[in-house]
């Protein structure tokens, strides 16, 4: 029979090669009938193949195709296709083949290619063999040379490419747990846990919200909302663009190599780049400049952003600026460093191209990421700290600071699967006239790593490239930048593409533990995803490609591997960043064997479908790679091999003979036209896909043993949590049990995994082997830590081993993923007329089956609720909230040996058919459809009560919601609530005959999932989409007893936004039952409500509403709502009018309580009458508490009412009344009847107190009487002292005491502390104050870890400008002032042996800030401290909204239209006996006339607003309708101005209640710009308790820069609050304070100083401040009195909504006009920087080095000068020069005058200068006071030779040499101690000092000695002393005595004959001279011979 159906077949053969054209054509040409008739032949002749038993199975399993509708579950896209094959048992019978596609058309030619492909192997599987036989030669023969190399982290050395011949099958589609979708950064934005790789898991239907708890006891299984609720929002919010601000402060770069340069540093963050000033002739450059790089994008696209800090040496505009050195990191790492900032940290540079030179220095930055609602903190630092460079290295924590040299090899091997890229079109034409056919893709890889970017050769036309090429990238180790980004991209010459991204992050694929191992990664297959697999030239969804967003479809995978090697070696080379090599291929069999593996799907309802499919005939696909994919799946490759020795391209053909992905193809249908389901009753169709793929399961088990111990934990302490905040007994039980489960998880987890450590699935790479050792080791320390911990919970530590139990989460968190992929993703397609529509994505590692229950995917083999929907772009935004269906699905994946369990899952009572029975059979088919025999028919009750909540849909802001729910196949609809956001509807919906298929025990276990969607009405259109609820109901069974539902509280969505709650029951009845309970009688409904209903989303329910029954309601009470109305502020306009009389409507449980109307809402728009109240009946249950709705309505004529805004509070539970607890007298000491409240002063406060006073001399006398006790149990009071001598005796007797020890206890460190003092004393104002309260505030910070506690954040400090004597012992406990152990051995003047050395410099300081008054400074705003709660005791704000709540997050802050001033409680009535008002001592609120002074000090960080990245700041203030502006003051060009400003303004509440201080930008042409704006809410701050109004001194003076500013004394203040809280009168005594019962007690220290001469005038008034001080210790009234502060407010600019722009640092004061008022404001204008004149003479120069070699002579010798600066290299000033030095010598007697201004607080000099030539106004620059000394080599024909230089830092300078022998480089080491100088303080300095140069290895070296001399001198006196610049009159130096050699050769040509020719050839010149004489002799005697001869011849 088989050979029958083959001869008649065969007949076909030539039709086939006439189609085919001769070659397999590209499935993705085919059309979809051709491939449906080809695939369901391939079945039928793959069946065919077994046996004769098959073929008859084969038949069965035809017949089996028919429907109850007729229809086979084969129909295509095209249509319904039906192919029906009948074989007859004669031997000569034909078989009929019938196609019939909608075109009519009929082929067979797929039927013959089944054939031949099932009979005969392929000529092209023989070519394939063939080619891979020549590379195996090929590459033995390349091999031979190239055996040696580095040890890899793979095995690839040993072995060659060696294709099997199944492996050539193997490669196609492919496997992935992590996903391309950056994974790394979903997990670290999303809220919830993503799936595999950070895709969020589907909704699972049995992780669903039950409403209820059954009673009967084996219904056990809980249904968690929350994860339900998580698995159905999807977080797309790191996909949103997002605004980012990336703040760099670039402050100084120290040792940068050479000394005579010009260095600018160039900050580069992504594209943008910004450049500093350019700082002259400096390596030590100071810049202090703030650079602000501004992003809108999405976060993960900006973590990858690279910042690069280059330091470069600025040259002329025609050369390049040359790169000294960078820095490099990315963004991910500062947004995960500790508050997103890195804070004064030093970048290590290093040159690029040159690796192994070390490091070229330090810079000094600030690096912060500003995101929108992030407050900036800045750590507390003091600009007088010493720089510690090493300890300070901007490193993320755990990088080491020694970082190496490595190599990052990135090995590409292959790729398969991929997409075409091109259009078929002119691949068609070519092959037309060619017959040469391509593929249509040219690939390349492209991989971008720290900023560098490496790229593959491109592969010409491959769908299955192989590139064996490595990219070698040379990078610091360990890497600052994380992520490796693999890009796939197609090179197209005309639109090059990206075909896929993947994102590797180097923490995971790697461990810097101990038993740690570098970055290392596969070989192993990467899949790629993004947009679909159709070719389109516009495709919509190619961002997906980026890896932006969840890609939508399978685009193929890469086989790569990453190893890291560290480069030890010291060779010099000058290697790229980035190499391509070529490398070793590897086989793929030695990492993983191929398994078939077996997907299968079952469609158990499929419903809620887009009404757009309605019409369209619609099927559901499969697909899990490219597998199953029937649209656009597998591109056949038509490369061949080239004779050139080009790799093959080996390629996995898919085979699709053996399975169906897809469901039969039909229509929706409808009960009522709105809501259509595709009908699905006793036949569930079923999908099954079949594919070969590299078996690594244990990568799946691994994961998903980790995954469920995370969420059992989760779950665990989410309980636990619960029960902690009610305060519930069973919290430690649970904490116990939850810690005992982890514990012997992890037991399991260790015994599973080493059991099966090499077991099949198993992964071979070593980052396999290194990633289970690793899980192994923190698994079992977890365990461990587990146990310990179960042991150590106790009640009193039950919060803390709780925070400790939640550390264990985050690491088993981060063990989850897994890097590697193992499977692909599995994608559910919904296809519309042949159009994919709608995708839900699936990791497959939660659908992999196991043996083992632990290691299975959460999902499989279970049914799960999943929700369809549009890919791409189509699913952003308000898109993104509906869903396109909802399909409960049956999904189960497992490898072909575990077959015979896939349908285990399945809920019972379907057909056992013969498919089923032959699953175990690895062949056998899968079911095409399940047969449900059982089913059961159920009455849903959905009881709807209500909801609150809601978000505003409505222009009004509030909505008309209607709720609709789904189950199953059905849909109802509630009424509809006008105009609410809490609306009741108090309605049963019942849904008869739901039809429910499986056994009872099966549907009680998973009920149907319930979905409830809530809707706006409109009046116009279609209804608007609120939000969507997940629930399952509760089943009652015929046999089970009936229980009441309790309602419940679900969760409302819209997208990944709360959208509201819903309190709602649901139960599921069956049919039948005896004891159902009868419905509820109707209310009838009029017919306006019914019109109302009519809509085009929701069918309007029948005349009838059944009422929620009332055993089901909650249970009522009566009590009283009781509302202060105070006032209204901010209105804006309705309409465009403005609101005049606005009333406010405050609703709850359906009753109205209104407010009197505000007349006249301009003038005070406080109301008439303030406090009503409603009696309502209210739940029992606070869980069911209503909301309150607060609404303002504006009364207009003609009886008309306007909605202006509307404010939800969603819980009542905030305002129910409580009374406060009793007082407990037992907890405090008393005495005589009265309470005792004694509170020890902390250490800071003492020395305040004790050095502001000079009473250490009293403390020393009184040190004896520390232990005696006084009559109240306390140490002994000094009072009884006073009794006895009185004050004055003390005060003597103190002093003489202090002069007996003052001989032997002062130091000297002492004596400079009192010069110190003496020259401070004149010199203290405000500013004084304001940079000691900064110092005293940076050392509570340090201490704050030690000490964490509140009093330490805001100590009573005390201070007075008095002089004082301090004594050694107090000197050196200074350092131990806030250790606790310290204040006796302060008192009894002993020294601590663990007390710390501490530098005279640094006893200064401290010792000063104790002496000096200070203030508190909070670094954010005042009302954000918790003791203030933003001053919102008794008067809340309630903000008013209007509008559409969009989701658009800058629309949704301009829904504020107002706010209400108020405040609600709510009490049971009737009252208890004795409850006291809940709303006591209301103020009037009549309009108030207040005088405001409003104190701004200075702004920090201020958003650049011009081109050149600065600022030109002023201050406006606005008051109501007031406005002040300060824009004449504006400061130019700065970032950081100080303002130093008091504005006075009087106001009026409540209009002016809200003042608004803003920052503008000045500019010359055009508008100006704002900066920033902050607000403060005077009104509340007026009438807080805390008395905001004026801040307390924290010491009581009369006069002086701590002058009491308040009108009221501290006496009256106190009698004041005694008064208003029914406190008696206070009592003063010497020593304590009583006030009523309470009685107030102070240390004796305290006492002593308020009792000296000077102070015991004012003690009252003391001991009141001090009480103040401590009001938050008297019981039941006392609260935290606002102390004396500076607060640093945050500016915002409506623009950039929630982006900090900067802060700003002010206070306000506010006094009442109908008080006496206060004195004049306190002077901050900023300090005027101190005129002086430096004067440096330099004398001489000593071993200056030798440069040049002498003209005539050849000796060394150097023409040396000295040049130097101190403002900047513009007031450089030189010495003339010192000619012809031989020995290094020079004498130069020459005066350097350097006028300059000078702040001593900051230590900076302050420069005003123009910044260029077209700059408008001169800017203020702070540079530190430092003078430059160079010593250069003048030459005259080119440039000077630079010798040496040396800086001076003139606060702190070494002293000079007394001689020039004495001078060393040893002077200028910081670790030495030697002494400093001072210039400000010592006045006048001579020494010799060093020049140095650094050489390449940073080490000095000694280039001269120079003898200077400085002499600082004030204007006026360098007025009166006037001296000359040089030599020069007046005051001339005398001029040098330089050697008479000491001049320039060609002006002086006598003295160069003389001194160089002379001096050197003297000689030599005489010896010539002589020769030269003797020879003219001699020419002369022979001349002159002849004549004379001849003359005495003739005798002439």
Known sequence: MLLDIEQNIANLERSLNRESGGGAASSGSESHGTQKKRHLLRRVMTAAQHSTTSVSSSRQRIELKFDKFGKSPTTGRSGSVTTLLSTTPNANATTTITSTTAGGSSSASALAAAMRRSESPQPKEKKLTMRTVRNIMRLGRGRQTSQSRDSSTEDEGRSPLIFEPDAAHTTATSATEADTDDALHTRRLAVERGGAGGMPPSTAGADSGQSNQSSDVDELQHYDKGKMIKSMTRATDHLKSQDFQVCITIIEARQLPGLNMDPVVCIQVGDQKKYTSVKESTNCPYYNEYFVFDFHMPPVMLFDKIITLSVLHSRNVLLRNKLIGNFKLDIATVWNHADHQFYHKWALLSDPDDFYSGPKGYLKCDIGIIGKGDTVKVPQKSEKDPDDIEANLLLPVGVPIERQRAKFIVKIYRADGLPRMNSSLMANVKKAFTGESKDLVSPYVQVSFAGLMGKTTVKKNAYAPVWNEQLVFTEMFPPLCQRIKIQLRDADPMKPAIIGTHYIDLKQVSNDGDRGFLPTFGPSFIHLYGSTRDYTLLDQHSNLNTGLGEGVSYRARLLLAIRTEITDNIEITTEKNVELEPAYPITESSYSRNEEFFLFGSIIEASMLDKKVSDKTVFFELSMGNAGNSLDGHNESFSTATDDGEDVCVLETVDTTSFSSVTNACKPISHDKSHYYLPYWDYKPCMDVRCTLPDLRRRMYNSNMLSKMSENLEEGLTKTHKLIEEEDVKAEVRLRTTLEDLASACTR???????????????????????????????????????????????????????????????????????????????LWLIANGKRYAYHRMSARDLIYSNIEEESGVHCAKIQTIFLRLPGKQSIGPASWFIQAKLSIYLWLGVVGHKGHFFEGLPIGYDLSHELRNAERPGAMAPNNIHYLEKSTFQLRAHIYQARSLIGSDASGLSDPYATVYITEFAKTTQVIEETLSPTWDELLVFDEILVFGTKDEIKKDPPTIIIEIYDQDKVGKSEFIGRAIAKPRVKLRENVYTTPTLEWFDIVRGHENAGELLAAFEMLEIGSTDMPRLTEPKPLSASQQEKIKDKNASPPPGTIFPVPKEVRPHLAKFKLEVLFWGLRDLKRVHLMSVDKPRIDVECSGKILSSNIIQNAKKNPNFPSMLKSIELELPLEETYAPPITIRCVDCRSFGRYTLVGTHQITSIHRYIYKAPPKEDITKYKTMGGQIILSAPLNEEGLNNLVDGFNMQAMIAANAQQANMKDFYGNRRSSCDQFTLYGAACVTKLAKKQASKKKSSQVSNANEIIQEQDQDDELSRDWWTKYFWSYERLIDLTK????????????????????????????????????????????ARGKHEPGSEKVSPNQQTNRTNMNSTAVCQIYPNELEAKTEYNYFREWLHSFALYRGKKTGDSAEDDNRTVGFFKGAIKVYKLPPPKGTELPIPN????????????????????????????????????????????????????????????????????????????????????????????????????????????????????????????????????????????????????????????????????????????????????????????????????????????????????????????????????????????????????????KEYELRVVIWNTDDVVLEDDAFFTGEKMSDIYVKGWLTGPQDMQSTDIHYRSLTGEGNFNWRFIFPFEYLAAEERIVLSRRESLFSWDETEVKIPARLELQVWDADHFSADDFLGAISFNLNRFPRGAKSSKLCTLDMLKSDTNAPTVNIFKQKRVRGWWPFYVKKQNEEMELTGKVEAEFHLLTKEEAEQNPAGYGRSEPDPLEKPNRPDASFMWFLNPLKSIRYIVWHNYKWAILKALLICGICLFFILFVYSVPGYSVKRLLGA
């Open 1482 to 1729: 209301l103020p009037a609120n009549d309009p108030l006339h207040v005088l405001v002074r409003i104190y701004i000090i200075k702004g920090t960080d201020l958003h650049p607003m011009d081109l050149n990245g600065k600022a030109d700041p002023y201050v406006v203030l606005q008051l109501g309708n007031k406005r002040l502006s300060d824009k004449e003051n504006y400061v130019s060009k700065q970032l950081n101005p100080i303002f130093g400003k008091c504005f006075e303004v009087e106001a009026t509440f409540p209009q002016d209640s809200m003042l608004t201080v803003q920052i503008f930008d000045w500019d010359l042409v055009g508008s100006d710009d704002l900066i920033g704006e902050t607000r403060i809410d005077l009104e509340n701050r007026y009438y807080s308790k805390h008395r905001a109004t004026c801040g307390l001194a924290l010491r009581y003076e009369v006069c002086g820069y701590n002058q009491w500013r308040d009108p009221m004394k501290p006496t009256q203040i106190l009698s004041k609050l005694c008064k208003e809280n029914k406190l008696d009168t206070p009592h003063y005594f010497q020593d304590r304070v009583a006030i009523g019962k309470y009685c107030m007690t102070f240390s004796d220290e305290e006492v002593i100083a308020w009792n000296g001469p000077t102070t015991c005038r004012n003690r009252d008034e003391h001991l009141a401040l001090a009480v103040l001080h401590r009001w938050s210790e008297i019981p039941r009234v006392g609260c935290k009195i606002v102390p004396e502060h500076i607060e640093s407010r945050p500016l915002y600019n409506p623009e950039k909504p929630g982006i900090e722009q900067g802060k700003i640092e002010m206070w306000v004061d506010m006094f009442p006009m109908d008080m006496p008022l206060p004195g004049p404001p306190v002077d901050i204008s900023p300090r005027k920087p």
């Open 749 to 827: 987890y260790i015994s599973i995994t080493k059991a099966n450590i090499t077991g099949p699935g198993s992964g071979k790479t070593k980052l396999d082997k290194e990633r289970i050792k690793l899980c192994q080791s923190e698994i079992e320390t977890l365990g461990n830590l587990a146990r310990n911990l179960r042991a150590l919970v106790t009640r009193s530590s039950l919060k803390e081993r709780f925070k400790t139990a939640q550390t264990f989460q985050q690491k088993l968190k981060f063990l989850i993923d897994d890097p590697q992929h193992s499977l692909p993703d599995i994608f």
């Open 1343 to 1386: 201490t704050e870890k030690t000490h964490i506690s509140d009093k330490f954040l805001t100590p009573p400090v005390n201070a007075t400008p008095n002089n004082v004597h301090k004594f050694g012992m107090k000197s050196s406990k200074l350092v131990q002032k806030l250790s606790p152990k310290s204040m006796t051995g302060i």
